[in-house]
């Protein structure tokens, strides 16, 4: 007789699956909980220790750890010796194991879970049984998602057994999903020691959904999510209406969000190519979003929308007026969305900002045969702690200024310059090879609305042309890290326009 081993903590669909493995003459092995279940079932199973011959101990801890059930698992049925070696320790064969695991990963999300209760939920002999089975899979079938077993039933039905190719799959599948569960093992433990640079990185990420492309036509790509939920994160968004997001729209969404995390007042944050194109703030939603559109008009078109405030109508009418991929938002008036879905492709999703600084997990960057890992760019600074530098000092209004705008550069693509007011971006300089390239670029985006208006640098100019450049152009206040050899050069030119400077002494590179 053939038989099948099931012990499964989701028991999603078991009684079914084991009633089609019935049917197709397998007999069942089960234990504790799963067993109760099929036999409340009236599937007909034999417990473990009938088997083994003896009893669970350790409060369930040692139960499968025994010869005649990995011996049956793991035996070759083609060679001889393996054979020889079962019948004489009177080990039967067992062709198919159903086994999916304690569930770590729910215990560690509860709130008020003790390390004890996290300890106790970690798999030993499931693991085990997948991994013997998965390494024996010319001859043994190992589901461990509920969602096979369809699979394997309809193959029992048309061939009497699973074909190789099947139980390749599935074994590989088997080790995917014990690696990621002992990944998150090691994460727990890890942070549990406050181990920071391990020695071995173990991430595990679960697909969340295929993209049709990557960056361009020609890419193939997928999403997947951190295997522990971020809800303040694109992953956990919600889509209420819209095409599916792309890869690049789940990048420029990523980069709004990082931004609209730093305003605690009704911010908009308006976005192009991971680059923000319009910051707008102010005491209503309407008004942030009235400040991030004047910010630059044409650049908005065609981009990402972050609101940190619920979206009324007479926001929603304004941006109904103009292509725009994303809108995201903690949440919008019924009136609002009736406006905003009449345009069947666009975006729209909601997330929750009450986590939004939660979120300050480890970043990673791939490279070619490697992966970077640093700490997000969330030094905490208090203006406090920044230093005047020049002769002229900058007014209240210009400090409220320099204050917004060293929140929004250093989410620009370095080298960074962003003209700003108290209210809104004004211009914006990024990536360029030069500084003074950058300066350039956002001094002229501003144009008319140069006037009052500051400048924020992500790090210090190595040269005085910058300062001379924004000077003689109409600013009146310069907010930089400092740090070069040549600062003083720069205080000096500074304070010949008579203009303020202040140092942050924290850089804000963004490659």
């Not at 990185?201 to 939920?229: I, M």
């Not at 102010?282 to 650049?299: C, G, H, L, M, R």
């Not at 879905?341 to 990673?364: G, H, W």
Request: proline share 3%; aromatic share 6%; charged share 25%.
């Amino acid at each position: 007789m053939t038989r099948a081993l099931i012990s499964v903590s989701d028991k999603t669909g078991i009684v079914d699956f084991a009633k089609g493995l019935i049917a197709n003459n397998i007999e069942i092995i089960s234990t504790g909980g799963t067993k109760k279940a099929l036999d409340q079932a009236g599937v007909k199973t034999i417990s473990i220790d009938e088997v083994t011959g003896f009893p669970e101990m350790m409060d369930g801890r040692v139960k499968t750890l025994h010869p005649k059930i990995h011996g049956g698992l793991l035996g070759r049925r083609d060679v001889v010796e393996h054979m020889e070696d079962m019948a004489r320790g009177e080990i039967l064969p067992i062709d198919f194991v159903c086994v999916n695991l304690y569930p770590f990963k729910e215990t560690i999300l509860k709130p008020e879970v003790t390390e004890q209760e996290a300890i106790e939920n970690i798999d030993i002999g499931g693991p085990s049984m997948l991994r013997s089975g998965a390494k024996n899979h010319e001859f043994v079938t190992v589901i461990v998602d509920p969602a096979d077993y369809s699979l394997v039933l309809q193959e029992l039905e048309a061939h009497g057994e699973t074909q190789l190719a099947t139980r390749k799959r599935l074994a590989a599948k088997v080790f995917r999903h014990t690696a990621a569960y002992d990944a998150l093992i090691a994460q727990y433990l890890t942070e549990m020691v406050d181990e920071k640079e391990p020695e071995k990185l173990t991430l595990t990420y679960e697909r969340k959904q295929d993209l049709r492309y990557g960056e361009n036509s020609h890419q193939e790509a997928a999403f997947y999510q951190s295997a522990l939920p971020e809800e303040y994160s694109i992953a956990a968004a919600k889509q209420v209406h819209g095409k599916e997001l792309s890869f690049n729209n789940i990048r420029d969404a990523d980069a709004a969000l990082r931004i609209a995390r730093e305003y605690d007042e009704p911010t908009v944050v308006a976005l192009k190519h991971m680059n923000p194109c319009g910051i707008g703030t102010a005491p209503t939603i309407f008004e942030a979003w009235n400040y991030a559109f004047k910010a630059d008009p044409v650049s908005i078109f065609g981009g990402i929308i972050v609101l940190n405030r619920e979206v009324d109508v007479a926001t929603a009418e304004k941006m109904h007026e103009l292509f725009l991929e994303i809108i995201i938002a903690p949440g919008f008036t019924d009136a609002a969305l009736e406006v905003l879905k009449k345009k069947k492709n666009l975006r729209i999703l909601t997330i929750s900002f009450e986590q939004r600084t939660a979120s300050i997990v480890d970043e990673t960057v791939s490279v070619l045969g490697g992966l970077l890992v640093q700490n997000q760019d969330l030094a905490m600074e208090h203006e406090e702690d920044w230093t005047v530098v020049t002769e002229k000092k900058p007014t209240v209004e210009q400090m409220e200024a320099l204050a917004f705008a060293w929140k929004a550069v250093k989410h620009v693509k370095s080298n960074a310059i962003v003209v700003a007011n108290e209210h809104q971006t004004v211009g914006i300089g990024a990536g360029q090879m030069n500084r003074v390239g950058s300066v350039k670029i956002a001094i002229e985006q501003a144009g008319e609305k140069l006037e009052g208006a500051v400048l924020a640098s992500d790090a210090f100019f190595p040269m005085d042309d910058s300062v001379e450049y924004a000077a003689t152009h109409g600013i009146k206040a310069i907010i930089q890290p400092g740090g070069s050899i040549k600062d003083q050069a720069s205080i000096d030119m500074a304070n010949h326009y008579d203009i303020a400077m202040v140092f942050t002494n924290v850089r804000h590179f963004r490659h």
